[in-house]
């Protein structure tokens, strides 16, 4: 914890490396941090974050396109936009509330298993 350099991304915390929020290399899990921040947004979607609040998938900054800003090198801006903290690509509540709904309806944390499933169709031809 600490050890290692963090960035931050329109308040959320990512380990500066690979701009994860939850990173087995270094050793960082920011989630419940980041959690905190957006506490009062999430509102009426904390009935969800009871049980399993910590344990939501992880969010990567780059993976939202997220880049230092050329400006203050400091803040991170979007790719697409180029704007620092750029509300559309780093939405997090949004993220995390479109999961909190995936769960409603599946009962569970959504994970890579829908894209495996996909996979695993075109290669159920060979029975
Ligand atoms: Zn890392
Ligand atoms: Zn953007």
Redesign the pocket.
Known sequence: MGL?DNIVVKDFMF?A??G?EY?H??C?DHRMGNNVRIEDELGDMSEFFEFEVEERQPINAYAHGAVVAVQTEESYECESHRKVDCEKCFDWVAIIKKEAETIEEEGRWPTARRSWTVGAVDVGVEA
């Open positions: 290692t380990c490396e690979h994860d990173c290399k270094c960082c």
